[in-house]
T-cell receptor, first 118, second 111 residues
């Protein structure tokens, strides 16, 4: 089946630094990718929709200058957490649909990136 | 009313038991429904899609009731490996929106 790869899987950084997370669709093209955030024992919260070749669409309450999204190609989207603070510590997961597949409702998820800001 | 609501559990059941999870959704225009499974500290993975006529995959049976806006997942003959969080997921058909996730129901199968 379709595979989405996310990197890094775990990152620890100091407060004030920026962290970039990459999301790649390995065997399909994705014009749209989705970035979710998950707090412990909570559900996934959609942060933004990443659109290839255009600006990302952010959900209400998500700071676009804080969470920079770039979707430069049909197989790669990046999320950069700028000037990270401890409250940004979370599990970030990207996902994408294989738009050529028959079951276009299914989302494939990356392995997730656990960010810890000290 | 939240878009997708689930009983968070936890459900603690012995091996071999039958367990059922329920989920309600608020948008009557929703068209696609799924159950995802998420293991601790892992990404969610599709368990099964939910079709109007109901569908079965081995020990797992999913049902959809559009009139009541209700989805269910039944697991028969529970295994230890079934322990996970089960996420009810709905496709809200407005533009290119992604799936909307319930908070999940945690299942622990005990030997």
């Amino acid at each position: 089946g379709a595979v989405v790869s996310q990197h890094p899987s775990r990152v620890i950084c100091k407060s004030g630094t920026s962290v970039k997370i990459e999301c790649r669709s390995l065997d399909f093209q994705a014009t749209t990718m989705f970035w979710y955030r998950q707090f412990p024992k909570k559900s996934l919260m959609l942060m933004a929709t990443s659109n290839e070749g255009s600006k990302a669409t952010y959900e209400q309450g998500v700071e676009k200058d804080k969470f920079l999204i770039n979707h430069a190609s049909l197989t790669l989207s990046t999320l950069t957490v700028t000037s990270a603070h401890p409250e940004d510590s979370s599990f970030y997961i990207c996902s994408a649909r294989d738009e050529q597949a028959t079951n276009t409702g299914e989302l494939f998820f990356g392995e997730g990136s656990r960010l810890t800001v000290l | 009313r939240k878009e997708v609501e689930q009983d968070p559990g936890p459900f603690n059941v012995p091996e071999g038991a039958t367990v059922a999870f329920n989920c309600t959704y608020s948008n009557s225009a929703s068209q696609s429904f799924f159950w995802y499974r998420q293991d601790c500290r892992k990404e969610p993975k599709l368990l099964m899609s939910v079709y109007s006529s109901g569908n079965e995959d081995g020990r797992f049976t999913a049902q959809l009731n559009r009139a009541s806006q209700y989805i269910s997942l039944l697991i028969r003959d529970s295994k230890l490996s079934d322990s996970a969080t089960y996420l009810c997921v709905v496709n809200i058909p407005t533009g290119n929106t992604p799936l909307v996730f319930g908070k999940g129901t945690r299942l622990s199968v005990i030997a």
